[in-house]
């Protein structure tokens, strides 16, 4: 079945950088673009950007650009999303999601918790 | 870009129909039909229910339905049932390839 399995839990200080993987199978990587969403506690959901797996091109939401670089590593079937000058705000759970069309995420992955405190 | 604007929070009985609306722009829902819904119960990752302002993944139950007129997008929960208790996102796409989300709303039945 299609899944993406994303890493563990992140503690960060303010300042530094995170970089979250998010390890696709069941479907053919390369087919699919990776959405990545995040959530901070109690609040809804923010979209950061998506990549295209087979080219590698990237469109990042206006609010991120310059801080998110988001990666692909084809022969493992895995996306990486890695936010820098990380600040307070910017705890959340960060979610990959395939998709499946404009505007579609039909997988989502199963959340990764970043933490930034000092 | 804004977040849509979705109602904080809305309720119903079991076996009543709710709605939830999500409005935005002639830059986002009312420029494109690529509106789609989401389910999130608590601690869980978000579910898709809607795609294309009207259609349905497989396996969602007929008993939700998309519509959208003008810049307004609506979800329609018909036949309310316990299980339907969770928070609901809009999400349109926004040009340039580019996507927003609605603030999200949260269904409490009664």
């Known amino acids: 079945q299609v899944q993406l399995v994303q890493s563990g839990a992140e503690v960060k200080k303010p300042g530094a950088s995170v970089k979250v993987s998010c390890k696709a199978s069941?479907?053919?990587?390369?087919?699919?673009?990776i959405n990545w969403v995040r959530q901070a506690t109690g609040q809804g959901l923010e979209w950061m950007g998506w990549?295209?797996?087979?080219?590698?091109?990237?469109g990042y939401a206006q609010k991120f650009q310059g801080r998110v670089t988001m990666t692909r590593n084809t022969s493992i079937s895995t996306a990486y999303m890695e936010l820098s000058s990380l600040r307070s705000e910017d705890t959340a759970v960060y979610y990959c999601?395939?998709?499946?069309?404009?505007?579609?995420?039909?997988?989502w992955g199963q959340g990764t918790l970043v933490t930034v405190s000092s | 870009q804004s977040a849509l604007t979705q109602p904080r929070s809305v309720s119903g009985s079991p076996g009543q129909s709710v709605t939830i609306s999500c409005t935005g722009t002639?830059?986002?829902?009312?420029?494109?039909?690529?509106v789609s819904w989401y389910q999130q119960h608590p601690g869980k990752a978000p579910k898709l229910m809607i795609y294309?302002?009207?259609k349905r993944p497989s396996g969602v139950p007929d008993r939700f339905s998309g519509s959208k007129s003008g810049n307004t997008a609506s979800l329609t929960i018909s036949g309310l049932q316990a299980e339907d208790e969770a928070d609901y996102y809009c999400?349109?796409?926004?040009?340039?390839?580019?996507?927003?989300f609605g603030g999200g709303t949260k269904l409490t039945v009664l």
């Open positions: 999400c349109s796409y926004a040009g340039s390839y580019n996507v927003v």
């Open positions: 002639s830059s986002d829902v009312g420029g494109y039909n690529y």
């Open positions: 069941g479907y053919t990587f390369t087919s699919y673009d």
């Open positions: 294309d302002v009207s």
């Open positions: 999601a395939r998709g499946d069309r404009i505007a579609v995420a039909g997988t």
């Open positions: 990549m295209n797996p087979n080219s590698g091109n990237t």
